[in-house]
């Protein structure tokens, strides 16, 4: 399994912007899907978003329109640019790799609120 670290989380003002990445110990390129998760107080653990290897993504209807999903092979990152935050996004926001496998990161908060 691919080891996979989240960074770039952090407190934001509803309405601003934050960029999250997923380092990957290993090669992605044999990854199917990469995606993006996050579970807030209280709440299920929902899908934010996904990308295939062909660069097919897929967004939660909560997100769409105001996050996206990026990957680059080369350099085993995985990107989450997330805009227009709202207090709702507040979550825990894991990294997750499947396709051979299963894969999940440790998750790094982010907090929105003023």
Avoid: H
């Avoid at 899907?33 to 295939?52: D, F, H, M, N, S």
């Avoid at 440790?106 to 907090?111: F, K, L, M, R, S």
Wanted: aromatic share 8%; with cysteine; hydrophobic share 30%.
């Amino acid at each position: 399994q691919v080891q996979l670290v989240e960074s770039g989380g952090g407190l934001v003002q509803p309405g601003g912007s934050l960029r999250l990445s997923c380092a990957a110990s290993g090669s992605i390129f044999s990854i199917n899907v990469a995606g993006w998760y996050r579970q807030g107080p209280g709440k299920q653990r929902e899908l934010v978003a996904a990308i295939t290897r062909g660069g097919i993504t897929n967004y939660g209807d909560s997100v769409k329109g105001r996050f996206t999903i990026s990957r680059d092979n080369a350099r085993s990152m995985v990107y989450l640019e997330m805009n227009s935050l709202k207090p709702e996004d507040t979550a825990v926001y894991y990294c997750t790799l499947r396709d051979p496998g299963v894969s999940w990161g440790q998750g790094t908060q982010v907090t929105v609120s003023s």
